[in-house]
T-cell receptor
Framework: NAGVTQTPKFRVLKTGQSMTLLCAQD?????MYWYRQDPGMGLRLIHY???????AKGEVPDGYNVSRLKKQNFLLGLESAAPSQTSVYFC??????????FGPGTRLLVL | AQSVTQLGSHVSVSEGALVLLRCNYS??????LFWYVQYPNQGLQLLLK??????LVKGINGFEAEFKKSETSFHLTKPSAHMSDAAEYFC??????????FGTGTSLTVIP
C-alpha cells in the first residue's frame, strides 16, 4: 500500500498560470480532502469529496476547482494562480467513520 | 460555527518533563475531537481522537487527552517528554464527521 500520494512534490508558477495537483489513494477510501497549510493559520479545508463524482466546498474554496472522476483520485486545479495561493497543499482520505490519512504535501510557490 | 483555539504557538519543555498542549473548541453539537502530529516536511499523523464514550483518550507514543465538555477543552498531555516528541501539534474538531477544522498549531521543542 502506497497510502496517499501527491504529485508534484514542489512547483513554481508564475501569476496567471494554471496547474493541477493530483492526489491518489489506494485504500479504497470514500472520502477525500484538499487542505492548504499556511504559517500561523493551521490547515484550512479547500474542497472535499464524499464519493466518486461528488465534491463540496470547504472553508476556503475560492480560486480552486476540484474533480473526483475516479474513486482513487482527487484533483485540485488552479485556473489562474495568484501569489496568495503560495502554500503547502495536503490531501487526505478516509473511510466512513474512520480517521484521515494525509499525503506528504505539495509545496507551491506562485511568483 | 466550529473553531479551534490552541493557546501557545510555541511550547518548550525539558526532556523528561510534563508536556501540556492546550486546545479549546467551539461547537454547537457534541463534537469529534482530534490531535495530530506533524514532523518536518511530512503530512499529519493522528495521535488520538475522541468520538463518544470515555472522556480520557489514550493515543500513540504515550500521549493522552481529556475531553472536558464544561470547559470546551481537549488538552493533550504526556507525562515525560522525549526528544523525539519535538514536532508541530494540531488540534481539530468536526461536528458532522465530514468537515474538519484545525487549530493553528503548537510547535513543541524538547530541551535536552
Amino acid at each position: 500500500n502506497a497510502g496517499v500520494t501527491q504529485t508534484p512534490k514542489f512547483r513554481v508558477l508564475k501569476t496567471g498560470q494554471s496547474m493541477t495537483l493530483l492526489c491518489a489513494q489506494d485504500m479504497n477510501h470514500e472520502y477525500m480532502y484538499w487542505y492548504r497549510q499556511d504559517p500561523g493559520m493551521g490547515l484550512r479545508l479547500i474542497h472535499y469529496s464524499v464519493g466518486e463524482g461528488t465534491t463540496a466546498k470547504g472553508e476556503v474554496p475560492d480560486g480552486y476547482n476540484v474533480s473526483r472522476l475516479k474513486k482513487q483520485n482527487f484533483l485540485l486545479g488552479l485556473e489562474s494562480a495568484a501569489p496568495s495561493q503560495t502554500s503547502v497543499y495536503f490531501c487526505a482520505s478516509r473511510k466512513l467513520g474512520e480517521t484521515q490519512y494525509f499525503g506528504p504535501g505539495t509545496r507551491l510557490l506562485v511568483l | 460555527a466550529q473553531s479551534v483555539t490552541q493557546l501557545g504557538s510555541h511550547v518548550s519543555v525539558s526532556e523528561g518533563a510534563l508536556v501540556l498542549l492546550r486546545c479549546n473548541y467551539s461547537s454547537s453539537v457534541p463534537p469529534y475531537l482530534f490531535w495530530y502530529v506533524q514532523y518536518p516536511n511530512q503530512g499529519l499523523q493522528l495521535l488520538l481522537k475522541y468520538t463518544t464514550g470515555a472522556t480520557l483518550v489514550k493515543g500513540i507514543n504515550g500521549f493522552e487527552a481529556e475531553f472536558k465538555k464544561s470547559e470546551t477543552s481537549f488538552h493533550l498531555t504526556k507525562p515525560s517528554a522525549h526528544m523525539s516528541d519535538a514536532a508541530e501539534y494540531f488540534c481539530a474538531v468536526s461536528e458532522d464527521g465530514n468537515q474538519f477544522y484545525f487549530g493553528t498549531g503548537t510547535s513543541l521543542t524538547v530541551i535536552p
